[in-house]
């Protein structure tokens, strides 16, 4: 079924899949599944389903960012076009994720080097 979600092919509630799956994914530690399933959310969501889905594209794709190693501190920013997607669609159950994602992003940016 990864395989059929990642190739594209379409499923019922495939944005929903793609979303569950890709922070599955993150959380088993498979970034780079992870990454694939993200992207290819973003890309459904711009051309079929709307911002709801985009701005948890965004944010799955700053998690990734991450969870990367290194963490890859510029990618990550996709969390702040996150934040201002889910405010704009007052979607506050997911904005304390993102807004505590990009506090880390900010963090780890402004660490010293070692």
Do not use: K
Not at 41 to 66: F, I, K, N, W
Request: hydrophobic share 50%.
């Amino acid at each position: 079924m990864l395989e059929r979600v990642a190739s594209g092919g379409r499923l019922f509630a495939h944005e929903l899949v793609l979303t569950e799956l890709s922070a599955a994914c993150l959380l088993v530690g498979r970034v780079d599944e992870a990454s694939t399933l993200a992207g290819h959310l973003r890309e459904l969501s711009c051309t079929h389903t709307g911002h709801g889905y985009q701005a948890h594209a965004c944010r799955l794709l700053g998690d990734v960012a991450m969870h990367r190693d290194p963490p890859d501190v510029d990618q990550a920013a996709a969390l702040a076009a996150a934040i201002d997607l889910y405010r704009a669609m007052d979607m506050i159950l997911w904005l304390p994720q993102a807004e505590a994602a990009l506090a880390q992003v900010s963090a780890c940016d402004n660490a010293p080097a070692e």
